[in-house]
Structures are given as C-alpha cells and as structure tokens.
C-alpha cells in the first residue's frame, strides 16, 4: 500500500525568504510523485510531478521539488516566497506497479508574511 | 472549456435525506473521480472510475453510490444522508494511466448533515 507523510502542519515564512514543505513517501515499486495547491474555496492545481528522469522538477509559480530516492521524500522549494503563495499545499504519490490511483497527503497550510 | 463543473455549491440536508452530487468535465477524460475533503484529514478517494462502464471503491466508499452516467459525467449519491458525512467534495478527472497523469479538479460541493 501507498502512503504519504507531511510532517508539518503549518509552516510560516517571511516574505522574500526561500521555502520548504516537505514530504515523504512509501510505496512499492517506483513511486510517482505530485505537488497540488489549493488556494481558499477553490479546487485543487496541479504545480508539479515527479515520473522518471531528472530529480529535479520545475514547476508551475516557480515552485521547485527534488526527488530523494534514499530518503524517500519530495520536498517543495520555492527560493522566494511572495504572499500570494499563501495557500494549503498537498503531496501525492502513486505507484505504476498497480496503477491505483494517487493517495494524497494530509496537507500543509503554507503562511507567507509580509 | 469550463474543465470540471460540480453541481450544487452548497448543499444542507437533514439525517436521513439522499441527494447526488453531479460532476461533467468536457476535457474528453477517461478516469474520474470523487473525493472528501476533511479538516485535518487531507483528501480522501471515494469511488473513482477508470473508464467508462467502470467504477471502483476507493478508501472510504461507505455510505455512498456512483453512476459513470457516459464518458463526460459521474455523479455521487448519498442514499441517506448522516452527520459524518458533513465535508466538502471534489469531482476529478483525468486521463490513463491512473498512476501518473495530472488529474484537474472541480471547485467542490460544499455538503452540511444536520
């Protein structure tokens, strides 16, 4: 079975400063990894995927994650946060071995101050 | 292109009441899905439907129905209605494999059980 971790509940950062949510994976068999935002009373986006090739994955906002195999994670970086990015951020994995659907995370509320 | 439209925004009903959630996307998507969304809890898979003609459970199928009306429409039944069914819901599609590609979502239906 798949599942996802996002430690962090919450997490607040100022304007201008780089940011991190992190997000870890378990999965058998290679695991697909997303980035979806969810900004408030609207559905969620798409930022970014993880399927094979580079472990660096440029994104939508200029949203950035590494794929860590070794540590099984897939954080989401952004080198500097505006306010705008305030939103709740969730991380997805699945696994193409039995080509279920993803299984999302709990979700991480995203803070931007000015 | 409106993407995916969920019929009602809002929804209060009293215990023991039915009503269905409809769903179309016009993206020409073969898989679609239904989700919950719950404080604290993250995103929860329903039901979701491969393709056409199929529909399968997913991590918390009870209490609820679906019909893959045609390729554009799933819809989502609540037969009767209770207090723990009080969330918000999101329709999904997207297309094959499920493991990998971007699913786009819906703006929610908003449902209160009293």
């Known amino acids: 079975a798949q599942s996802v971790a996002q430690p962090e509940d919450q997490v607040n950062v100022a304007e201008g400063n780089p940011l991190t949510v992190k997000c870890t994976y378990s999965?058998?068999?290679?695991?697909?990894l997303f980035w979806y935002v969810q900004y408030p009373n609207r559905g969620l986006q798409f930022l970014l995927k993880y399927i094979t090739g580079d472990n660096l994955v440029k994104g939508s906002y200029g949203f950035e994650a590494e794929f860590n195999k070794s540590q099984t994670s897939f954080h989401l970086k952004k080198p500097s946060a505006l306010v705008s990015d305030s939103a709740l951020y969730f991380c997805?994995?699945?696994?193409?071995?039995?080509?279920?659907?993803?299984?999302f995370g709990k979700g991480t509320r995203l803070s931007v101050i000015a | 292109n409106a993407g995916v439209t969920q019929t009602p925004k809002f929804q209060v009903l009293k215990t023991g009441q039915s009503m269905t959630l409809q769903c179309a996307q016009d993206?020409?998507?073969?898989?679609m899905y239904w989700y919950r969304q719950d404080p604290g809890m993250g995103l929860r898979l329903i039901y979701y439907s491969a393709s056409e003609g199929t529909t399968d459970k997913g991590e918390v199928p009870n209490g609820y129905n679906v019909s893959r009306l045609n390729k554009r429409e799933f819809s989502l039944r609540l037969e009767s209605a209770a207090p723990s069914q009080t969330s918000v819901y999101f329709c999904a599609s997207s297309e094959p494999p499920l493991a990998t590609d971007t699913q786009y979502f819906g703006p929610g239906t908003r449902l209160t059980v009293l």
């Open positions: 997805a994995v699945s696994s193409y071995s039995g080509n279920t659907p993803l299984v």
């Open positions: 999965v058998s068999g290679n695991p697909y």
């Open positions: 993206m020409n998507h073969n898989s």
